[in-house]
Antibody, heavy 118, light 112 residues
Framework: EVQLVESGGGLVQPGGSLRLSCAAS????????MSWVRQAPGKGLEWVAN????????YYVDSVKGRFAISRDNANNLLYLQMNRVGVEDTAVYYC???????????WGQGTLVTVSS | DVVMTQSPLSLPVTLGQPASISCRSS???????????LNWFQQRPGQSPRRLIY???NRDSGVPDRFSGSGSGTDFTLKISRVEAEDVGLYYC?????????FGQGTKVEIK
């Protein structure tokens, strides 16, 4: 059974930094593309970033380019999202997701809430 | 970026009756490999999203067969043949053909 467990969310001040983590199990993580998707309170879903299995391919939505960085630790089945220079518009539940199928999000974690506020 | 437009945004339905959600993309979702990466997700209240359909019409394991997807190019549809109480929630289409991946605004399905 695929399990994705996010952690690292919380309250952060505007301009601050936060690193989200996702512990993956139940599938061959080192061979799987992974994604981050977010959902602002009461709003729809927004894809944030993808990373391929060997970290050579990374893609970001324009609104986070240059501020967020996706990475992974294949030895320990961990996915990360480093969030820098955050703004109130980054307040959202952040979901870790498995993207084993091309062009798709196959499985989702339970999400971790990031609140940007002073 | 590819804009995904869903309609309606709110869909009150009677139990046992059919429901249909439209999703239109601002450009063709046919990728150079010949596949069309159009997905449908369900998000029940208080839960994480769950994928129902991938590549237009392929139902995920465990998804009831009352859910079906169809369409091509820029025009896609999710149909529920007979709505049940557990189908209440938000439904999103998502394209994975072009970077950045983009979602529709979501359609709220509720029981009349």
């Amino acid at each position: 059974e695929v399990q994705l467990v996010e952690s690292g969310g919380g309250l952060v001040q505007p301009g601050g930094s936060l690193r989200l983590s996702c512990a993956a199990s139940g599938f061959t993580f080192p061979k799987t593309w992974m994604s981050w998707v977010r959902q602002a309170p009461g709003k729809g879903l927004e894809w944030v970033a993808n990373i391929n299995d060997d970290e050579k391919e990374k893609y970001y939505v324009d609104s986070v380019k240059g501020r967020f960085a996706i990475s992974r630790d294949n030895a320990n089945n961990l996915l990360y999202l480093q969030m820098n220079r955050v703004g109130v518009e980054d307040t959202a539940v952040y979901y870790c997701a498995r993207s084993a199928s091309p062009g798709a999000v196959d499985d989702w974690g339970q999400g971790t809430l990031v609140t940007v506020s002073s | 970026d590819v804009v995904m437009t869903q309609s309606p945004l709110s869909l009150p339905v009677t139990l046992g009756q059919p429901a249909s959600i439209s999703c239109r993309s601002s450009q063709s979702l046919v990728k150079s490999d010949g596949n069309t990466y159009l997905n449908w997700f369900q998000q029940r209240p208080g839960q994480s999203p769950r994928r129902l359909i991938y590549k237009i019409s392929n139902r995920d394991s465990g998804v009831p067969d009352r859910f079906s997807g169809s369409g091509s190019g820029t025009d896609f549809t999710l149909k529920i043949s007979r709505v049940e109480a557990e189908d209440v929630g938000l439904y999103y289409c998502m394209q994975g053909t072009h970077w950045p991946w983009t979602f529709g605004q979501g359609t709220k399905v509720e029981i009349k």
